[in-house]
């Protein structure tokens, strides 16, 4: 069971450091913090797809 809860409380640690990154993004370029993140979210998804077929080849 600490396994479980160790992974659990990594997770949260990099879901915070990850939201903080987000928010100073978002503060810096003085835009909306959904925009940055909705921007965020696009560029991993396509970065992951681009990854997925260079595994293919």
Same mark, same amino acid.
Not at 5 to 12: G, P
Not at 19 to 37: C, I
């Given at each position: 069971m600490a396994k479980n809860e160790d992974t659990r409380d990594a997770s949260l640690r990099v879901s915070k450091k990850t939201r903080d990154s987000l928010k100073a993004a978002a503060a810096v370029a003085g835009r909306p913090l959904y925009d940055v993140t909705n921007e965020a979210? %696009? %560029?991993?998804? =396509?970065? =992951? !797809? =681009? &990854? =997925?077929?260079? &595994? !293919?080849k």
């Amino acid at each position: 069971m600490a396994k479980n809860e160790d992974t659990r409380d990594a997770s949260l640690r990099v879901s915070k450091k990850t939201r903080d990154s987000l928010k100073a993004a978002a503060a810096v370029a003085g835009r909306p913090l959904y925009d940055v993140t909705n921007e965020a979210i %696009n %560029n991993y998804l =396509a970065s =992951a !797809k =681009a &990854g =997925a077929r260079k &595994g !293919k080849k």
